[in-house]
């Protein structure tokens, strides 16, 4: 079975551009959470769908970003303008959707740098 | 909101030594606590977690222990091997009924050294 897997693992772009992220999350798994951790920090929750539906978006830092998982499969993060403290790695994970599977599978993350 | 801390942020220890990580969080409905490994390069892996109703787990090598009461919860790594150098992290998930984010630690970079 192949793990979750993310598009591109490394970007770097300048200021002001825009950047979209992809996950495609495990076969299955209705639960999909977008992470991030910036230079020597915490891996820092930024949402959670539950198939399309986003359950909880509270980690999101402002509306320069936004995400979609249309049709409950893939999912894609945008940032657009991206800023110079956007830069991290951003992580995808995926669960299967029992109460108690609580098991987060990790992707391999995207590294963003913004120049 | 949780909060996790996570102690020493880099911890060096020879080859065949015992090495422990601590957390403590700060939400006391809080139920499950997983670890994860982060190999250079690679993605950060499960090796172990515990759920709020289990005061320790073993697996081979590697320990996990929950104290609720103090809100505390350690990683223990017992006969150290230089795969096991890696970024560790330790994470809390409230307890909403359903699924729901992790809130982790800022991370322990291990170095086993030969």
């Known amino acids: 079975e192949a793990g979750v897997t993310q598009f591109p693992s490394h970007s770097v772009i300048e200021k002001g551009q825009t950047v979209t992220l992809r996950c495609d999350p495990i076969s299955g798994h209705d639960n999909l959470y977008w992470y991030r951790r910036v230079m020597g920090k915490e891996i820092k929750f930024l949402l959670h769908?539950?198939?399309?539906?986003?359950?909880?978006e509270s980690g999101m830092p402002n509306n320069r970003f936004l995400a979609e998982r249309t049709g409950g499969t893939y999912s894609t993060l945008k940032v657009q303008p991206a800023e110079l403290e956007d830069s991290g790695v951003y992580f995808c994970a995926s669960s299967y959707k029992g109460r108690f599977q609580e098991t987060q599978y990790f992707g391999p993350g995207t590294r963003l740098l913004v120049l | 909101g949780e909060n996790v801390e996570q102690h020493p942020s880099t911890l060096s220890v020879q080859e065949g030594d015992s090495a422990v990580i601590k957390c403590t969080y700060s939400d006391s409905a809080s139920n499950y606590f997983p670890w994860y490994k982060q190999e250079l390069g690679k993605r950060p892996q499960l090796i172990i977690d515990i759920r709020s109703n289990v005061g320790e787990k073993k697996d081979q090598r590697i320990a996990v222990t929950l104290n609720k009461t103090a809100k505390h919860f350690s990683l223990h790594i017992t006969e150290t091997q230089p795969e096991d150098s890696a970024v560790y992290f330790c994470?809390?998930?409230?307890?909403?009924?359903?699924?729901?984010?992790?809130?982790f630690g800022t991370g322990t970079r291990l170095q086993v050294t030969l």
């Open positions: 994470a809390a998930r409230l307890n909403t009924g359903t699924a729901s984010k992790l809130t």
């Open positions: 769908f539950v198939k399309e539906s986003k359950q909880d």
